[in-house]
């Protein structure tokens, strides 16, 4: 089984990565493939604080495990990025959609919900109190993050000034 974990990653951080790993252990997943939306449906309101190519890097920097991949087919393609209209193209027989429980309890809104669980049954796995959200605060008002996002990743964010305004 191979997992796919989506989102804005905006910034990923250690929930993100406990979540992962997490599933990886529990169902003895060969792989997780990371695919970071190029703007979920549901933020197009709200659309990620970085820029695409700043999401990829922070990724790159955070995903050390040697079972942990990148896909970049929604960055790629730009525009509003529907997680079924990735699974298709992955067309990988055994993909699993791995969802934080918050996370799953909005499923049934999602595009082709319905058809989505039949391509990729969910592997759900307990919310975490950390949020990107959380995250950007108190980046903002420059309050101690290490506890929360990978070191590299701060040190990014910071070299780069992302999250202040």
């Known amino acids: 089984m191979i997992g796919f974990f ?3 990653f905006d910034p990923i951080h250690f929930g993100h990565l406990t979540l992962a790993i997490d599933m990886l252990e529990t169902y003895k997943l060969e792989k997780i493939l990371f ?20 999401r ?3 990724l790159q920097l955070a ?3 040697p079972q942990f991949e990148i896909l970049t087919l929604e960055l790629d393609r730009k525009g509003s990025s529907y997680t079924i209209d990735t699974i298709r193209e992955l067309q990988i027989k055994g ?9 799953a309890e909005d499923l ?16 759900i796995g307990p919310r975490t109190f950390i949020s990107s959200t ?12 290490k506890h929360l996002i ?11 000034q992302l999250y202040r305004a």
């Open 6 to 8: 989506g989102g804005s």
């Open 35 to 54: 695919c970071p939306a190029f703007c979920s449906p549901f933020k197009s309101e709200n659309p990620p604080k970085t820029s695409p190519e700043h």
């Open 56 to 58: 990829l890097t922070m």
């Open 63 to 65: 995903l050390d495990h």
């Open 95 to 103: 993909l699993r959609l791995i969802l934080s429980e918050d996370v």
């Open 108 to 123: 049934e809104q999602w595009k082709e919900a319905e058809e989505l669980i039949r391509l990729a049954p969910p592997l």
């Open 134 to 145: 959380l995250i950007r605060d108190r980046l903002k008002k420059n309050l101690y993050c």
């Open 150 to 160: 990978p070191a590299k990743v701060l040190e990014y964010i910071e070299k780069h």
